[in-house]
C-alpha cells in the first residue's frame, strides 16, 4: 500500500501498489480499516479492455490475519466499470486487487496463505484448532479444500532409482515403489512387481 502518516498502518497493510488505508480505527477487541484502490481504472476479466468510467461501487469485508490478539476488519471500497468495449458480454465488471484478496473470497491473500501454511504442517482437524486458537475460525474441512486447491509442487526428475517392494497384504499381495535416491522420497508405486515393470523403470 501506499506510504501512510502513521507507522501502525505501515505495519498492518504492507506494500500493495495503487491500495490506499482511508481510516484506521484501533480499539481493545479490534482494529478496523477502511481500504480502496487508487488505481484511474481497471481492465476487464473478459476482453482485457481498459476502463476509467465508474459505474458504481460496493463494499467488502474480507477477513484478515488477528494483530496483537485484535480481530482484523478490512473494509474495503470496490469499484464496478463499464466496459468500452461494446462487443464484450460483460457490461459492468468489478475491479479486482490481486495482492490483498481474490475475487469471491471470504479471506484476504495473507489470511489465505496463512491458513494454508497451517494446513500443510498439521491437516485438517488439528490445523483447525490451532487456526481457532490464535483467532482464525475455520473449520476442518475448509481447511483441507484449501490444500486441495494448492497447485502441486514442482519435482525435479531423479537422476538415481531405486527398486522396492510395498505389502498390502503381508505375504499375499505385493506391489513396487520406486524410490529416489538421492532425496529418499517415493517416487511411484505399482500395483505388482512384475518384472516387465522394473524392466520398464
Not at 478490512?74 to 466499470?81: I, K, M, N, T
Not at 491458513?115 to 498439521?122: D, Q, R, S
Request: charged fraction near 25%.
Amino acid at each position: 500500500m501506499e506510504e501512510t502518516s502513521s507507522p501502525l498502518e505501515a505495519v498492518l497493510s504492507p506494500s500493495i501498489a495503487d491500495v490506499s488505508v482511508l481510516s484506521l480505527d484501533v480499539s481493545r477487541e479490534a482494529i478496523r480499516i477502511d481500504v480502496c484502490s487508487t488505481a484511474a481504472g481497471a481492465a476487464c476479466p473478459d476482453c482485457g479492455s481498459e476502463s476509467t468510467r465508474v459505474h458504481s461501487s460496493y463494499q467488502r469485508f474480507p477477513a484478515d490475519v488477528p494483530n496483537g490478539g485484535r480481530l482484523m476488519i478490512l473494509r474495503l471500497r470496490v469499484r464496478r466499470f463499464f466496459c468500452p468495449e461494446s462487443s464484450c458480454a460483460r457490461r459492468p465488471f468489478a475491479e479486482q486487487l490481486p495482492e490483498l484478496t481474490r475475487r469471491h473470497s471470504r479471506w484476504t491473500e495473507r489470511l489465505l496463505s496463512t491458513l494454508a501454511a497451517v494446513g500443510l504442517a498439521l491437516a485438517g482437524r488439528a490445523g483447525a484448532r490451532l487456526a481457532r486458537a490464535f483467532g482464525m475460525p475455520i473449520s476442518r474441512s475448509a481447511v483441507l479444500r484449501l490444500l486441495d486447491a494448492l497447485p502441486e509442487p514442482e519435482v525435479p526428475v531423479p537422476r538415481v532409482v531405486d527398486v522396492d517392494e510395498y505389502a498390502t497384504r503381508k505375504g499375499r499381495i505385493y506391489g513396487t515403489v520406486l524410490v529416489d535416491v538421492e532425496t529418499r522420497r517415493p517416487v511411484d508405486l505399482l500395483p505388482d512387481r512384475m518384472a516387465q515393470h522394473r524392466r520398464g523403470c
